[in-house]
């Protein structure tokens, strides 16, 4: 995938985290994704877009500890179990900024006009998520939260 | 000055995070709304000082709402707060009517800022 | 239904995506399914272990699911493809449940094609699980069927905004 847009994304990251929930990415690493399944650590968010011929998803995929501590950090409250609604709902709307601020920088970039649709939550035990017909790009992200990673899918543009 | 706040979001941790930065700041939220539909219903009735308004909402999104707003109070001041801030949104949100746009992410400061420049 | 296809309701798109439904397990594997539109008391919901979703992406975009238990997508792909059960891989059982929820998406979309509720498809994904727990947005129009084939259970969902 094009560095040119994979950056939106990882600068997104850097600047949500940061500005909603006050945590600072330590570092990034990108790698390829090889296989279609990929076990999840725990919770992942999917966001879909898509823009004329273009597509596409960001998955954000964390363990469940670190889910719970962005949840905590971003409502100040106590939350002890990823089963709670604000915690997931808390996951969807940091995917739902971190795409749509992504998005922007690649509309006004490229004029594609891409548009989010609902993201939604998947959580689960040894839960495994899989797509056979889109290759991705995963990155890792270190935080001084904890690690997660997301996986970027675009098609149309390989 | 304190303003009345109504929130349109169908988010229920946007309502939470723009609830616990307006309250802190001496504003009082007079109503919630999960969708465009829901926000107009209670415009009518509870008559704000401002709206905070989303874009993609179920029923009746952001931009139809912030029309029929406008069309029966020209006067309403209405911010708008969305993930998506390309040109397109930003060229339909002024032409439907709305008076301050904001991109997310968002922090106290920037909410705090954008309703300190509404009349 | 209506011949005007601009008019189409919600409800009508959801009853054709369960017909459709109904002609890809009959096309494909040759089984009969029994759709309910209310949960049927004796459902067991928490033995949901594989899940296929699909972004239906258009002006006011919708999320469409099939889960399904483990022998329920087993004797299904096993249908499909000729193979025994147990000889199909997981990642075979994961690409099944996306197999069916794009030919049921892919179904409708060319009767809409020329609609005002016309959609693109995006690339669906599968996700496998004990506990495989789905949370979406409050407040989206969500339409569930309760779909029983040879004794078995699968669930489809559709979810718009």
């Not at chain 1, 898509?50 to 905590?72: M, Q, W």
């Amino acid at each position: 995938m094009d560095q040119e847009l994979m950056q939106p994304y990882i600068d997104s990251v850097n600047e949500v985290l940061q500005m909603m929930v006050g945590v600072k990415v330590l570092s990034h690493s990108v790698t390829p994704v090889e296989k279609s399944e990929i076990m999840s650590y725990g919770v992942a968010s999917i966001m879909t877009f898509s823009g004329g011929i273009f597509s596409g998803r960001v998955v954000l995929d964390l363990p469940p500890e670190v889910a719970l501590k962005i949840a905590n950090l971003l409502l100040g409250e106590q939350f002890s179990t990823t089963r709670e609604r604000m915690v997931l709902a808390s996951i969807s709307e940091l995917n739902n900024t971190i795409g749509g601020s992504a998005n922007t920088v690649i509309n006004n970039s490229t004029g594609i006009g891409l548009r989010l649709a609902p993201p939604y939550v998947l959580t689960g035990d040894k839960l495994v998520f899989a797509s056979t017909k889109a290759k991705s790009v995963g990155i890792m992200f270190k935080t001084n939260i904890g690690f997660f990673r997301m996986y970027l899918t675009l098609k149309g543009v390989d | 000055m304190s303003k009345r706040v109504l929130i349109v979001d169908d988010s229920p941790i946007v309502h939470h995070l723009l609830r616990k930065t307006l309250e802190a700041a001496g504003h009082e939220v007079c109503g919630d709304a999960k969708n465009g539909r829901e926000g107009v219903d209670l415009y009518g009735k509870l008559k704000p000082d401002v709206v905070f308004m989303d874009v993609t909402m179920p029923l009746m999104d952001g931009i139809e709402a912030v029309k029929t707003i406008r069309a029966s109070d020209p006067a309403a001041q209405i911010i708008m707060l969305t993930a998506m801030g390309d040109e397109q949104i930003m060229t339909e949100a002024n032409q439907a009517g709305v008076t301050v746009f904001l991109k997310k992410p968002f922090d106290d400061y920037k909410i705090i800022s954008a309703l300190a420049k509404l009349v | 239904m209506s011949s005007d296809k601009n008019s189409i309701t919600n409800e009508q798109e959801w009853q054709m995506l369960g017909q459709a439904l109904s002609n890809v397990l009959q096309t494909m594997s040759g089984l009969e399914a029994e759709i309910a539109f209310v949960q049927p008391a004796d459902w067991p919901l928490n033995e949901i272990e594989f899940s296929g979703f699909m972004v239906m992406t258009r002006v006011r975009p919708s999320v469409l699911t099939i889960s399904a238990t483990r022998p329920a997508i087993m004797t299904i792909l096993s249908y499909m493809t000729g193979e025994m059960p147990d000889e199909l891989s997981e990642q075979e059982l994961n690409d099944g449940v996306c197999e069916l929820v794009n030919m049921v998406a892919g179904e409708v979309k060319s009767r809409l094609n020329d609609s005002e509720r016309a959609y693109g498809l995006t690339s669906p994904i599968a996700a496998q699980g004990s506990s495989l727990r789905f949370s979406l947005k409050n407040g989206l129009e969500t339409f569930d069927a309760f779909v029983t084939v040879d004794g078995l259970h699968l669930k489809m969902s559709l979810y718009m905004l």
